[in-house]
């Protein structure tokens, strides 16, 4: 029953992980736990490596959202300056504009084109430079969600790994305990079988001296 159990877990571990993930491979190792002739060192060895590699595992993906949260603010903080700038900017071609229309009303109407139409690229750039940053940030938010996810289902299943190799080691305790009663009983046996092989040879000898005595 206990061999049926880690089968389904193994199983539905490959249901949930793909071939290439380390988490299948780190399975299919402990698996390999279930051969015979492991002991109980080599089972507790390999119980420490694989919660060593499962701990680093979870390090790198939480460094990695760190990261990508380090990111995300620098991205905030760069689109809130250059919307400060491109504001002030602005601002200060409005200013300009109304100063030189004020200064120079009989000046060409070529003039006020030129200026509307350098204002609406300006328009345009600031636009397209706005759409580019919301894009990038709506991106990093994405990833920083998927990661997160990722995180917990690697959580998940680090828990799940865990109950199955504690299981496992239980089992093995178990199974090394009847050994060792069954050696035990074993060697109790033999030496009963000692003493009763022993009882025969001395009873043999008296009757052989009997025998003797009586020719």
């Known amino acids: 029953m206990f061999v049926s159990k880690t089968i389904k877990l193994s199983a539905d571990c490959d249901q949930r992980l793909q ?3 380390p988490w299948n491979a780190l399975s299919r190792d402990a698996f390999g736990a279930y051969d015979p002739s492991f002991d109980r060192t080599t089972t507790v060895a390999l119980f420490n490596m694989k919660m060593t590699q499962l701990d680093q595992l979870i390090v790198q993906q939480r ?20 919307c400060g700038e491109l504001e002030a900017e602005r601002r200060l071609r409005a200013a300009d504009a109304k100063c030189s229309a004020a200064q120079t009303a009989d000046d060409d109407d070529s003039d006020v084109k030129s200026v509307s139409r350098t204002l609406e690229e300006e328009r345009s750039r600031e636009k397209q430079i706005v ?7 709506k991106q990093l938010i994405v990833k920083l969600i998927e990661e997160r996810q990722r995180n917990e289902e690697l959580l998940s299943v680090l828990s799940a790994e865990k109950a199955r190799i504690a299981d496992m080691v239980e089992g ?22 000692e003493g009763e ?13 009997r025998n003797a005595e009586l020719a």
């Open 19 to 21: 071939y290439s993930d």
């Open 63 to 82: 460094r990695a959202r760190a990261l990508l949260k380090d990111q995300l603010a620098a991205i905030e903080c760069k689109y809130n300056a250059i």
């Open 131 to 137: 759409l580019c940053l919301l894009s990038e940030r």
């Open 172 to 193: 093995l305790e178990d199974e090394s305990k009847r050994s060792l009663q069954m050696e035990a009983e074993l060697e109790k046996y033999l030496t009963d079988f």
């Open 197 to 209: 092989r022993q009882k025969f040879r001395n009873q043999l000898s008296a009757s052989e001296t």
